[in-house]
């Protein structure tokens, strides 16, 4: 039980090197990249920045709401965090579109794609690898200090219609609507989501 609790453990610290957080206007936004099974099979993180690509090259080929014309202009903490983000992302915040179902934004990138969020306390972004976002692993969590809960937001490619939370035990914890390839969830202790296909 040991060895696979440590393995278990390798595996995320080696998943979590893999994405880059920002975080701004003093809310503390912690990422953690969730194990995200695919029709049943785990997927795996870790192409490098990919350059000389267009931010909506690939990613527009499988994120619908990059495809759509803007709706909102980028919030100032948004043009904020994007600024802050490494220069190698190369990411494009007139390409950044809306999700009004999530309250959430999109923004592509060189090779890499990042998510950010907005609340009464500020905004946060998070940012994976192209390939690891087109497998539905781009998420950021804020965790609630009193209630241990966790409030998930995520981004997964064209044609998952829901996601779910489990448990260590695999039980389902929480599930929502993939709504403009974004969602959210809340819940606690999840330890992987999962994606469905739409019918």
Not at 111 to 126: D, R
Not at 138 to 160: F, K, M, N, Q, T
Request: contains cysteine.
């Amino acid at each position: 039980m040991r060895g696979d609790e440590t393995v278990k453990t390798q595996h995320h610290h080696r998943r979590r090197r893999m994405l880059a957080q920002t975080t701004v206007a003093g809310v503390t936004l912690t990422l953690i990249l969730l194990g995200v099974v695919i029709s049943g099979n785990s997927t795996s993180a870790g192409a490098p920045a990919v350059r000389g690509v267009s931010p909506l090259g690939s990613l527009g080929d499988r994120f619908a709401l990059l495809r759509t014309p803007a709706s909102l202009a980028p919030p100032a903490a948004l043009a904020e965090a994007v600024s802050k983000a490494p220069a190698s992302y190369g990411l494009d915040l007139v390409a950044a579109r809306h999700a009004a179902g999530t309250n959430s934004w999109l923004v592509p990138g060189n090779g890499w794609l990042c998510i950010a969020t907005h609340n009464a306390e500020g905004l946060g972004m998070s940012c994976a690898t192209a390939e690891s976002a087109e497998h539905g692993e781009l998420s950021l969590i804020e965790r609630s200090s009193s209630s241990g809960e966790e409030h998930i937001v995520g981004a997964c490619p064209d044609g998952y219609s829901t996601i779910s939370a489990l448990g260590a035990s695999s039980a389902r914890l929480a599930s929502s609507e993939v709504r403009e390839n974004t969602y959210t969830l809340t819940a606690r202790d999840v330890s992987r989501v999962t994606l469905e296909q739409a019918p």
